[in-house]
């Protein structure tokens, strides 16, 4: 059994593990891993990927610049938080507002010393990125528009510096970061009609806030008319493998979404249509490895 002392130690790994939402970061460890192997670096040996030294210092430049960029949108979110997230808020305050800003810059700058073992080009890279997460928290997340543009555009950013590395400028990428970008921005709509009571508390000039629910519905359901785009160009267009499968499922979790948003009246629903949103983002990082299921199952074979 545990003392009081080591649980207490234990609950604050957890609140600080909530702080940085380290479920996230894994997510995205994966994805750059993922992406980098599939689809912007195919011609290379997955070992030589895999064991790339450069590759793994800007997912960890990566991963430590998110975490950073968590904390301080916890910090400054912690009164809109208490109200939208009073559960989450209690287990995030077992850590103290201090401690949180001196592993923000802590993380801030491992981030840059990660980076510095790659080129200079990427800690310049990683220091614009910090400062701009510190900026859109601090500022722009306030404002109509710019806030949900910005936090989508800083959701896609470090999947550049991976795309950067290889240079791989197929069309393809694009497609699949639009693709992307698109259900980011249609997620933090929806985050933001979920948090409506605390961004109306807090003078957040978001859309459901200044032009009401009903017009972040309809930007919703023409963002997800606009996510048919890179999708049926994804489908018809390029080799996807097994992958074109999820793209078929994609279209039809999107067909239920609005379906769903439009009969959404309160905080609970507005949660489900996030969660909607989440697991097709999240299921789509998974299904990359379709791209080359033989790839795959060689590798697998190789382990048995």
Avoid at 104 to 133: E, G, H, K, P, W
Avoid at 268 to 277: A, E, F, M, N
């Amino acid at each position: 059994m545990l003392n009081r002392k080591q649980k207490l130690l234990l609950l604050k790994f957890f609140s600080l593990f909530s702080v940085v939402r380290g479920y996230n970061i894994l997510v995205i460890v994966i994805a750059q891993y993922l992406t980098s192997i599939y689809i912007l670096a195919p011609h290379l040996p997955v070992r030589q990927v895999v064991f790339d030294l450069n590759l793994l210092m800007l997912v960890l430049a990566s991963a430590a610049a998110i975490a950073g960029g968590y904390i301080i949108n916890n910090f400054y979110d912690s009164e809109k938080d208490l109200i939208n997230r009073p559960n989450k808020t209690r287990l995030d305050r077992l850590v103290s507002q201090n401690t949180k800003l001196s592993g923000y810059f802590v993380l801030n700058f491992l981030s840059v010393i990660f980076a510095s073992y790659v080129s200079f080009r990427a800690v310049i890279f990683f220091s614009l990125y910090i400062f701009a997460i510190w900026f859109y928290s601090h500022k722009l997340k306030k404002y109509l528009f710019i806030g949900n543009l910005t936090s989508a555009v800083l959701s896609v950013a470090p999947f550049f510096a991976v795309f950067i590395y290889y240079k791989n400028f197929d069309l393809v990428i694009f497609v699949h970061a639009t693709f992307l970008f698109l259900l980011i921005s249609m997620r933090e709509i929806v985050k933001d009609l979920e948090n409506l009571k605390g961004d109306l508390a807090q003078n957040y000039r978001t859309l459901p806030v200044v032009h009401g629910i009903k017009m972040a519905k309809i930007m919703l359901t023409a963002l997800a008319a606009f996510t048919l785009v890179p999708t049926l160009l994804l489908i018809f267009k390029f080799y996807l493998g097994y992958m074109h499968y999820y793209f078929y499922g994609s279209i039809l979790a999107l067909i239920v979404f609005v379906a769903l948003l439009w009969r959404a009246t309160r905080k609970l629903h507005y949660v489900i249509l996030h969660s909607i949103l989440k697991f097709v983002i999240v299921i789509g990082v998974f299904s990359i490895v379709l791209l080359d299921v033989d790839l795959l199952l060689k590798r697998f074979m190789m382990y048995l």
